[in-house]
């Protein structure tokens, strides 16, 4: 901000200033004076509005004319979505449409290892089964089996379910039937995710188990096996020809 001195008649900045009594003193920074500028106590008039000519004795009175609403716009119409509704008794729904006997393979099928069949042959092309030789009686679960199965699928979605009934068919040795009871529930249900994982965990545990015997002992325990039996051969070597020595010395 900048103001002309009155003393010097020179264009300055403000750099002092002080307030006295409702008045603006500002000191020069050229020359010193100090210059002070009361405020205007006038106040503005307000400009008068303009008289409005009459016409008759009557004045002309601007009628505001009453506002007009735009008219609303048109509702958006909602979309509609199609909901899916999903009722609680949807998985036991399911269990109830697969109708049949949970432990033969359903029509098309191979009665013994479940695959697929074909329509002029008469062996299976997987397993070498003669239909015409197929005996039932052959290939049922045990009774134990066959209860835990029942009782599985009242709980199939519960996967603990199904890891324990594993664990207890792996003891007992019927890995192989309960993989064939997966299968023949994936020819009728071919997406059922926990037929899915009970076969493939079936094939996992059956692989591991053949792995760990087909390995045998570990190199290390065969290496300190070895060595105890060199050891114990030594030494009845060196008891023997101890007794024979002994039974020389006495001869002599």
């Not at 048109?74 to 109830?96: C, K």
Request: aromatic residues 6%; proline residues 10%; glycine residues 4%.
């Amino acid at each position: 901000m900048k103001y002309q001195c009155e003393s010097c008649d020179r264009l300055v900045k403000v750099e002092t200033y002080v307030l006295e009594e409702h008045a603006l003193a500002v000191a020069c920074p050229a020359c010193g004076a100090w210059t002070r500028a009361a405020p205007s106590l006038s106040k503005p008039a307000s400009p008068r509005p303009a008289p409005t000519p009459a016409h008759d004795g009557v004045e002309d009175l601007a009628v505001a004319a009453p506002y007009a609403a735009p008219p609303p716009s048109p509702l958006a119409r909602p979309s509609v979505t199609a909901l899916r509704v999903v009722r609680p008794d949807a998985p036991a729904a399911a269990l109830l449409a697969l109708d049949g006997d949970p432990f033969q393979a359903p029509p098309g099928h191979c009665p013994k290892c479940v695959a697929p069949m074909r329509d002029d042959a008469g062996a299976c092309s997987a397993c070498g089964l003669v239909y015409a030789n197929f005996i039932p009686d052959e290939h049922q679960p045990s009774e134990a089996l066959a209860q835990e199965w029942r009782e599985l699928l009242e709980t199939w979605h519960d996967w603990d379910a199904h890891d324990r009934l594993l664990s207890q068919v792996m003891m007992r040795g019927e890995m192989a039937m309960v993989g064939r009871l997966y299968r023949v529930r994936l020819a009728r249900a071919p997406n059922d995710a926990q037929a899915l994982r009970g076969r493939d965990e079936v094939v996992r545990r059956v692989t591991t188990t053949t792995q760990l015997i087909s390995d045998g002992p570990s190199p290390a325990l065969g290496r300190k096996m070895k060595t105890a039996v060199l050891s114990t051969v030594l030494v009845v070597s060196l008891v023997l020809l101890l007794v024979l020595f002994q039974m020389m010395r006495a001869s002599f």
